[in-house]
């Protein structure tokens, strides 16, 4: 290719050379430090790759030139270094003609592909620096981000002996806020998300996954049975092979959801509902990057269900009042009202209870009564997903409501309530079954059972109350989470926009920095991705606006963090954009 023709250019004496032992020089604007050792002449970029340390002031000996800032290590001759935090410095080619110093300024690096290996790295050794680096060159000009974050999920399912994890579960957050966030953010939540694996598997043993079985036309409802046995048993080995098996059956992501989804709602509550919202992640990960890693994906869930608690095991699910029992004879009831309801979907025969009318018995104290009207539901034609999301806004609303005075860890109680409850409805949605719509009523206790955090309840501003003459700047929320526990007054900050007719987009925009801006938080991330989720699922603004109230009550009362994270990033950043990071007194 012509950018790779050779262009020298002259640019020093060797006696000049010789006489200092090395100098810098202007060429095509970048500075380009020469070093005259062992009676060779060298070039490289000043700039030290790390964090851009003048390199002119670092030392050689033996043909190493060592940075003075961190002590990153480079051979001269290659430019490579030893120090894989620091990445390779570029070197130029350099000929000596009749005394004169010619250095080669033409590129003869393909930039894209370099950062993809340095992603790797940064990956395998958890660099969030070189991270970083390498999704700002990679998401440059428009670039997808489908291909980093592919990069990332690989790496998460392989590299991680227990599997699916919190890294992988934000990753694919930040993928399915990209679309809200404003273009200069999406290479910071990116960064964000690939950080969060890199973290997550480090320290752990890779996980090598079975083969499936010799027959590839083994039967799918067969399968599911044995997975779902193996499961019951804890045996992840062998639910492993049935996935795999399934995988290479043909089975499309509907059906592999459905044998999930059976195994995860084959128990209540598995492990505070994390089982469940990885599974739907894992999904709509595959969803991105492509069915071809599906068998990596999908199996790393398994350790996670194999391994789960169970909540029938669980004292609060069954004293006072055994939930377990109740959940167990609704189940019963279940096939005849889900076959009930579908006719009468068909039929156009519907009469509805309406939303509000859902939630005042779920937000109750009575939880036969919850699971009762959970049944008449489905039986008066409600689509199984439609009543998941009545309970997941149910859950929502005990994050809105959630009074300050309970102890800090308690937001994550109804959190896990309500990423849980938005799990099932997204799997409902994807693929709905008998078994997958069990967790509905699985949400519903855990709704109940959360219901001591809204006493008393937080008062949820109003959303269609005396509208101010405009809406107020999206700066004073930067403020207010700027400061701790400014919970209440962001809830009301939020209500105000809204009620003043401020836009949609700028608001989930600038949530969606707010949250970049901090150190990251598994649940808080959660949190703000299920909202946003289940905002871009209604035109009802009551709905929108409680679902985002929740959302950033649960920000504001995790911010701010020491924001390390950002530092980091804004580091890359200023790297790449050339700035001098270097400053002398």
């Excluded at 992640?281 to 169970?310: H, I, M, Q």
Aim: proline letters at 5%.
């Amino acid at each position: 290719m012509a950018q790779n023709e050779a262009r020298f250019v002259r640019v020093a004496t060797l006696q000049e050379l010789q006489s200092r032992g090395y100098m810098t020089v202007q060429l095509n604007g970048n500075t380009v430090a020469l070093f005259y050792h062992q009676d060779r002449v060298y070039a490289v970029d000043n700039r030290c790759p790390h964090m851009g340390f003048p390199l002119d002031r670092g030392t050689v000996r033996d043909g190493i030139l060592t940075c003075h800032w961190h002590h990153a290590r480079f051979d001269l001759a290659s430019g490579g270094t030893f120090d894989q935090w620091a990445d390779d410095v570029r070197k130029f080619p350099v000929e000596v003609r009749d005394g004169a110093i010619w250095v080669d300024v033409a590129p003869h690096m393909d930039v894209v592909a370099h950062q993809q290996e340095r992603l790797r790295v940064g990956l395998e050794r958890n660099i969030s620096l070189v991270i970083g680096k390498a999704v700002l060159t990679l998401l440059e000009e428009g670039r997808s981000p489908v291909e980093p974050f592919r990069t990332g999920l690989e790496f998460g399912a392989r590299y991680r002996e227990m599997g699916w994890g919190q890294g992988l579960t934000m990753l694919v957050c930040f993928m399915n806020l990209l679309p809200v966030l404003e273009t200069e953010d999406r290479p910071r939540a990116l960064f964000h998300g690939l950080a969060a694996v890199a973290q997550d598997t480090a320290g752990h043993a890779p996980r090598f996954t079975v083969p499936p079985l010799p027959d590839d036309n083994a039967d799918l409802a067969t399968l599911k049975r044995w997975f779902r046995q193996f499961i019951e048993v804890r045996d992840a080995e062998g639910a492993e092979r049935c996935i795999v098996s399934a995988v290479r059956a043909g089975a499309d992501h509907r059906q592999m959801a459905d044998m999930l989804f059976a195994a995860v709602t084959d128990h209540r509550y598995i492990s505070t509902g994390h089982p469940a919202d990885f599974t739907n992640k894992a999904l709509e990960a595959l969803d991105l990057a492509g069915w071809e890693l599906a068998e990596p994906v999908l199996t790393s869930l398994v350790r996670g269900y194999a391994d789960a608690s169970r909540m029938e095991e669980s004292n609060a699910w069954r004293y006072p009042i055994d939930l377990v029992q109740i959940l167990e004879h609704s189940f019963d009831h279940l096939p005849e009202a889900l076959e009930v309801g579908q006719v009468r979907r068909q039929n156009g025969r519907m009469a509805l209870p309406t939303r509000d009318e859902l939630v005042a018995v779920l937000l109750d104290d009575d939880p036969q009564a919850s699971a009762d009207a959970l049944l008449d539901a489905l039986r008066r034609g409600m689509a199984p997903d439609a009543l998941a999301g009545v309970v997941t806004y149910a859950a929502a609303l005990r994050i809105a409501r959630f009074h300050t005075s309970n102890e800090f860890g308690d937001w994550d109680t109804a959190l896990h309530t309500f990423t849980f409850a938005n799990a099932i409805q997204q799997g409902l949605r994807r693929a709905p079954s008998p078994e997958l719509a069990r967790g509905i009523f699985d949400a519903a206790m855990s709704v109940y059972l959360d219901r001591f955090l809204n006493i008393p309840p937080a008062r949820i501003p109003a959303l269609n109350g005396q509208r101010p003459t405009q809406p107020p700047a999206l700066s004073e929320l930067t403020a207010l989470l700027d400061r701790q526990q400014q919970v209440n007054q962001a809830a009301q900050w939020v209500a105000e926009y809204l009620a003043s007719g401020g836009s949609l987009p700028p608001l989930l925009a600038q949530m969606g920095r707010l949250l970049l801006r901090e150190d990251r938080d598994f649940h808080t991330i959660q949190t703000m991705e299920a909202a946003f989720r289940q905002v871009s699922q209604t035109d009802d603004p009551t709905l929108q606006g409680h679902f985002l109230i929740a959302a950033i009550r649960y920000l504001a009362a995790h911010s701010p963090t020491v924001r390390s994270q950002g530092q980091t990033y804004q580091i890359a950043y200023r790297l790449h954009k050339g700035e001098r990071i270097f400053e002398e007194a």
